[in-house]
């Protein structure tokens, strides 16, 4: 398949490195602010692309995949901290979906983490009749990393949020004197060169439980997000990661 690599930092090289062993040819990486308008404008646009990953930051990922939506090029993208834009973008994508447009979206594409991902909203059900036990999130991530709370962390407070009726939102960090046991608290931590840990700490009056999941290379994620290019070529639209999975499963 030939790949375009949109944003060609920690996660671009290392999707670069994994499709290049999948047997993929990379015609075209997009590394800088600007760079994609350029490169749509090549013949053919973005080298040929059937398929563009795309890991750059918040403030650039809208636009980028409104503009592979308008050349009709299908995109997978894994950058954060966008969410506040997510529906316009969507809404867009499928504007476009008979030019080709289509998007696969996902704040973590480690296929351990969405595993993990799923255990927890399992397990979230379980937990929502145990009144007494008591439920916090930590996420660890490298120095580097934009956002707090990551996209992943925010994905895992929401479905634990959604999933017990004791939480009427979250917050990150403490709260000035005592908590509010209504809301769940969301801590991250930066440091080193962490490439990504959650644990979703379940407290109790005697005991406690950790649901944990660590990444120990960028690799996973790479991963992941080669096999969702794989899947996306040829399917347009708004595709969801559930759609995904059920495919790669069957
Ligand atoms: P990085 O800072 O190493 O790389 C980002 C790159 O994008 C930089 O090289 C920068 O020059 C480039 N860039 C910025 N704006 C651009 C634009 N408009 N067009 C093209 N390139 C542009 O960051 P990273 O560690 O590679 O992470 C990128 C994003 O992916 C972050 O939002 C991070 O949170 C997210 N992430 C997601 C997953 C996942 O599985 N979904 C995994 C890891 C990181």
């Known amino acids: 398949m030939k790949l375009a690599l949109v944003g060609y930092g920690r996660m671009g090289r290392a999707v670069e490195e994994v499709a290049v062993e999948r047997g993929h040819a990379i015609v075209a990486r997009v590394v800088r602010p600007g760079g994609l308008e350029a490169a749509l404008a090549t013949s053919p646009p973005l080298g040929g692309a059937e398929v563009a990953v795309e890991f750059t930051r918040a403030d650039a990922a809208p636009e980028n995949i409104l503009a592979l939506g308008r050349a009709g090029i299908p995109v997978v993208s894994g950058t954060t901290g966008w969410g506040h834009r997510m529906a316009e973008v969507e809404a867009e994508v499928r504007a476009s979906a008979d030019r080709g447009a289509a998007l696969l979206h996902a704040p973590n594409f480690s296929p351990g ?47 634990l949020v959604e999933g017990l009726a004791r939480k009427r939102g979250w917050r990150e960090g403490a709260a000035d004197g005592a908590a509010d046991p209504g809301l769940l608290q969301v801590d991250a931590v930066r440091v080193g ?13 005697d005991d406690r439980l950790e649901f944990r999941h660590e990444a120990r290379s960028r690799r996973g994620f790479a991963r992941g997000a080669v096999m969702a290019a794989e899947w996306i070529r040829g399917r347009t639209g708004v595709l969801s990661v559930e759609e995904w999975l059920r495919d790669w499963r069957s």
């Open 193 to 205: 060169e962490n490439p990504g840990t959650h644990v979703v700490g379940v407290e109790g009056p």
């Open 113 to 159: 983490a969405l595993l993990f991902l799923e255990v927890v909203r399992s397990a979230v059900r379980l937990l929502d009749g145990l009144e007494d036990y008591d439920v916090h999130l930590l996420e660890i991530h490298h120095r580097h990393k934009a956002d707090h709370p990551g996209g992943t962390a925010r994905r895992l407070a929401e479905t």
